[in-house]
């Protein structure tokens, strides 16, 4: 199904189809903050470009149309102060920048923020997303006290954007299991596709995505920076690649891409060969 909606801060159209089983849920979630009176933690976890930010973002924006970029926070500094500004009924996001040796640091603040700000979450009726690499790094009484549903978002057969989703009890059972092996070992029919298209509109994305580096680069991960810069310039170099060796249309270079290992977005894309346009002029 599309969702579509008009962004009530840029006034920019943005669609992206949202799987049925998501819609219920997320339904669910609406009616759970506004008619309980409670707030609404949720976890993601997935590796590196499988997707969990996309699917983040999209569902944030279906619950809450007012999310935008400042209540998608990189750094545990951030998350607890958007938390403090955020108004009744609204999303915030914590998207985890940083995936290498300093990541436990980071995670570990997030638990505890979630903790110390539950009575301001709880008042206010918050839909709190956290996106992490691995939920088993989580802490314990986060996910035990504080989840109320776990997405584990992953590949296959090389294609990104698929999840499958797990109630309290069987997040509960799946991190006291999993935990020593990190096995994700329980089985659910919640499960599903969804696609990589930006939830805050195609302008939002590029400012995103400077954002994520801003805060890699202010971290000062130094192994993880490299990786985030290697990644970006091969992304570059393969849309290039394609789109001059025979100007093929955008949809097939992310199908080449996504054959050759690389993953992007139809927004990054787009403003890869925007940014080259605009130097050939």
């Known amino acids: ?20 089983k998501i819609i219920y849920f997320l339904e669910g979630v609406k009616n759970y903050i506004s008619k309980r009176d409670k707030d609404y933690v949720l976890l993601i976890d997935g590796y590196e470009g499988s997707g969990k930010s996309t699917f983040a973002i999209q569902m944030g924006k279906y619950v809450d149309p007012t999310l935008d970029l400042s209540r998608i926070c990189m750094t545990p500094e951030e998350f607890k102060e958007a938390i403090k500004n955020a108004k009744k009924g609204q999303c915030v996001i914590y998207d985890e920048a940083v995936t290498g040796l300093t990541a436990g640091d980071s995670i570990s603040k997030i638990g505890r923020v979630l903790k110390s700000m539950m009575m301001q979450m709880r008042q206010k009726n918050l839909f709190v997303i956290v996106i992490m690499p691995v939920i088993f790094e989580f802490n314990k009484y986060a996910v035990l006290s504080r989840a109320r549903f776990f ?88 849309g290039l690649i394609e789109w001059n060796h025979d100007g093929a249309s955008y949809n097939e270079i992310q199908k080449r891409a996504k054959m050759a290992g690389v993953h992007f977005s139809m927004g990054r894309l787009s403003d890869i060969i925007g940014k080259h346009l605009k130097k050939a002029v």
Do not use: C, W
């Open 151 to 238: 997405f584990h978002i992953y590949e296959a057969k090389g294609r990104m954007g698929y999840f499958v989703g797990l109630n309290k009890k069987g997040t509960r059972i799946t991190y006291l299991k999993g935990k020593k092996t990190h096995s994700y070992s329980v089985r659910s029919r919640f499960n599903g596709r969804f696609y990589g298209k930006f939830g805050l509109g195609q302008s939002q994305e590029p400012l995103y995505r400077k954002k994520k580096e801003d805060a890699l680069f202010e971290i000062g991960d130094e192994d993880e920076v490299g990786t985030t810069i290697q990644r970006l310039i091969k992304e570059r170099n393969f």
């Open 1 to 20: 199904m599309m969702f579509e909606l008009i962004d009530p801060k840029t006034k920019e159209q943005i669609s992206y189809h949202v799987d049925k």
